[in-house]
């Protein structure tokens, strides 16, 4: 059974940084593709950032390229995102997700994943 966990959110400053971490356990995960999503209240789910396990191809929302980078380390089976110059519109809930690479949907798809963290609060004050 795929679990994650997600750690490292919190209240920042804007113009500030936090590093997100995602605990993957129950897989090997080769041939997955691994993500964040958000919610903040009142909107839908939204895609952030992917990452492929196995080559590590990245994929960014065009609202956080060049601020965050998403990374992974295979051996602990974590994945990280790194955000920078973080902006009150970044508050949500950030959630780690986890689903198979191949089928019909995109990274940038919920329905392209299975698996999701319980989500971690980041709140960015101005």
């Known amino acids: 059974q795929v679990q994650l966990v997600e750690s490292g959110g919190g209240l920042v400053q804007a113009g500030g940084s936090l590093r997100l971490s995602c605990a993957a356990s129950?897989?090997?995960?080769?041939?997955?593709?691994l993500g964040w999503f958000r919610q903040a209240p009142g909107k839908e789910r939204e895609f952030v950032a992917a990452i492929r396990w196995s080559e590590g191809t990245t994929y960014y929302s065009d609202s956080v390229g060049g601020r965050f980078t998403i990374s992974r380390e295979n051996g602990k089976k974590t994945m990280y995102l790194k955000m920078n110059n973080l902006q009150p519109a970044d508050t949500a809930v950030y959630h780690c997700?986890?689903?198979?690479?191949?089928?019909?949907?995109?990274?940038?798809?919920?329905?392209?994943?299975?698996?999701w963290g319980q989500g971690i609060q980041v709140t960015v004050s101005s």
């Open positions: 129950g897989d090997t995960f080769t041939n997955y593709r």
């Open positions: 997700t986890a689903g198979w690479q191949g089928g019909v949907y995109t990274d940038t798809a919920t329905k392209g994943y299975t698996y």
